[in-house]
């Protein structure tokens, strides 16, 4: 099992990695995003500041559910994915390997960015490390229940815009818990509590998700 | 006598249709009774003044609207896991009625809001983890609409259904910690409630109102569904040219009438 995460894994970043502009859209999203709000909202420093942990949660979020759309997509319309889900490897470690390679091409670059647009926010050096942190806890939360929602609306006519309608509201606790951490470091309080309920978040879903985004794969399948 | 006895379409189209007038002549009954007793009654409140009755409408509202999407929950998920059709299709009844009494709650809560805390929207807890419940039965609609094949549609509907029931004790757990401004709860259990004797009759039969009113909708909505899932079966077609013949019967009484 282990072996076959690791095969399906490397082959997702393989693919990414032949194609890089593919991988590169949700980064580029996200960096157009987060640059519009001062120009919608205006560059006062101090508004900046303030709005600055949601912000860039809230790019983080949409990047990452745009770009689940096509997670299983490609190999669905070429036969690929029935062919792994037939050859009786527990699905659940076909959908693991699935949301952990997704997690690496767009989560990973957002964990890395995310502190440079905090510079541009005029964050606080505690509060980038902070802001950091929780995506580095809070992106795989998103690729694992965004693949459950990638699963579910395999081969349907608007599938991108149909995931992130059922995938936003679970993923509100992330959202919330991620930018609470950060505004708490900014307000000069201890983001501890943030941050365990973000992992146990991590923890619940990287048990539960893969799973389910088995069950919804066969569903789709059947 | 099995518990699926009553699982089987064709006995719940036919019981059904006894109950529902009752059902439907119950939830007259009870909301006439809860509004004469909760406007014309029960006392003004002394500090929200006579705004406060909307509650016969907001409370039960909010209440029908979490039962319902546990219902939802449920039933899709016993439809999916021991393949009772009738279950799937009764989770599938379900969700326009609990989008219809969350959106009722919000839109009285808004109301209600107004002339009590001077504002149509606050984004707290509540409110807030409602809202989210709104959108939860949005995706389940827009999901299960979008999938023309019923039984792929049932079961993804399902998952999605479980995946939500799950999560909804932890966004609102973690909505309520991000923010706390509404008024306490004035029924809870284990304590004493806070309110007159009247309020609280007219607010338990407003609640038997709308459970009446929510399952004689949503029967009706599920002998719609059963009928057209089950339109090839021989019982639809036996009722369908049942009445057609008692159409034929009465063409013919009113031609020689």
Known sequence: MRQLFLVLYLRDLRLAWRRPVDALLP????????????????????????????????????????????????????????????????????????AAAHWTLTGLPLVLVAPLFGVLFDLSGDALATLAFTLLLGTPVLSLLGSIGAALTLGLRSAGVLLILIVLPLAVPALIFGSGAVAAVEGGQSAQAQCSLLGALLLLSALLAPPATAAALRIALD | MRFTTFAAPSRFHRISGFVLPWLWAAAALCATAGLAVGLLHAPTDAQQGDAYRIIFIHVPAAWMSMVLYLALAGWAAVGWVWGVRLASMLARALAPTGLACTALALVTGAFWGKPTWGTWWVWDARLTSELILLLLYGGYLALVESIDDPRRADRAGALLAVVGAINVPIIYFSVRWWNTLHQGASITLGRAPSMADSMLLGMGLMTLAFWAWAFAIVFVRLRAIVLERERDTAWVRALGAGEAAAHRVAAMRGATA
Do not use: K, N
Request: contains cysteine.
């Open chain 1, 27 to 98: 980064f580029g999203f996200f960096v157009i995003a987060a640059a519009l709000f001062p120009l919608g909202v205006g560059p006062e420093p101090q508004m900046l500041r303030q709005m600055a942990p949601g912000l860039i949660w809230v790019c983080a979020l949409l990047a990452t559910l745009l770009s689940l759309g096509a997670l299983y997509a490609g190999d669905h319309a070429d036969g690929t994915l029935e062919q792994l889900m037939l050859t009786g490897h527990d699905g659940a470690a076909i959908a693991a390997a699935r």
